[in-house]
């Protein structure tokens, strides 16, 4: 199995910036998709932004221009830059990556933990 671990929340002031890291680790494995989701409480779980592996990225509505999430191929590394920080960015955020286990040849679709993100003053 391929296992993500978060990293880099916290509490923030409006209009600051945090930065995520998400880490995967397992044996023998290549991610394709690595993503970060959030969900704050009462509300459905969100797509914030995705990354393949060729680079290609997607952004919701409501983070494009504020946040960019990048990749380290090398180190199996997810990065979200988060600026411009709103109280409505408060939220569980979630990695996400789905590749294939190079062994069994079969698919895979793993979840970190979570990290807690909270802008306010």
């Known amino acids: 199995q391929v296992q993500l671990v978060e990293s880099g929340g916290g509490l923030v002031q409006p209009g600051g910036s945090l930065r995520l890291s998400c880490a995967a680790s397992?044996?023998?494995?290549?991610?394709?998709?690595m993503a970060w989701y959030r969900q704050a409480p009462g509300k459905q779980r969100e797509l914030v932004a995705r990354i393949n592996s060729g680079g290609s990225t997607i952004y919701a509505a409501s983070v494009k221009g504020r946040f960019t999430i990048s990749r380290d191929n090398a180190k199996n590394t997810v990065y979200l830059q988060m600026n411009s920080l709103k109280p409505e960015d408060t939220a569980v955020y979630l990695c996400n990556a789905g590749g294939v286990i190079t062994s069994t040849s079969r698919g895979y679709d793993s979840w970190g933990q979570g990290t807690q993100v909270t802008v306010s003053s």
């Open positions: 397992g044996s023998s494995f290549s991610i394709y998709l």
